[in-house]
């Protein structure tokens, strides 16, 4: 059974910074692409970062391009999005995912579609 389990959100302040954490347990998380989403209510969930299984590519949403950072620690078995420079916009309920890729390719993926196991999902608030 995989499981994902995020941690880090909260409140901050607009122009504060907040680093979520995803741990993967019970499966090859080093296998794994993974993939940072966020929705807000009434809207799609949408991708605001994805990386490789092997980290050496990423991808962010131009909203947020520039001001996220999203890495992985395979002996760690966690994923991370570190925000800055956070706005109000970027209120929303954030979710790890993960998809299997058995080592092929070295591809991200934005589509929620793709992915194969969810977090629960992590609170983040950031007042104006």
């Known amino acids: 059974q995989v499981q994902l389990v995020e941690s880090g959100g909260g409140l901050v302040q607009a122009g504060g910074s907040l680093r979520l954490s995803c741990a993967v347990s019970?499966?090859?998380?080093?296998?794994?692409?993974m993939g940072w989403f966020r929705q807000v209510p009434g809207k799609e969930r949408e991708c605001v970062a994805a990386?490789?299984?092997?980290?050496?590519?990423?991808y962010y949403a131009d909203s947020v391009k520039g001001r996220f950072t999203i890495s992985r620690d395979n002996a760690k078995n966690t994923v991370y999005l570190l925000m800055n420079s956070l706005k109000p916009e970027d209120t929303a309920v954030y979710y790890c995912?993960?998809?299997?890729?058995?080592?092929?390719?070295?591809?991200?993926?934005?589509?929620?579609?793709?992915?194969?196991?969810w977090g629960q999902g992590t609170q983040v608030t950031v007042s104006s």
């Open positions: 990386i490789s299984w092997s980290g050496g590519t990423t």
């Open positions: 019970g499966g090859t998380f080093s296998s794994y692409a």
């Open positions: 995912a993960a998809v299997l890729t058995y080592y092929s390719g070295n591809y991200y993926y934005t589509e929620k579609e793709s992915y194969d196991y």
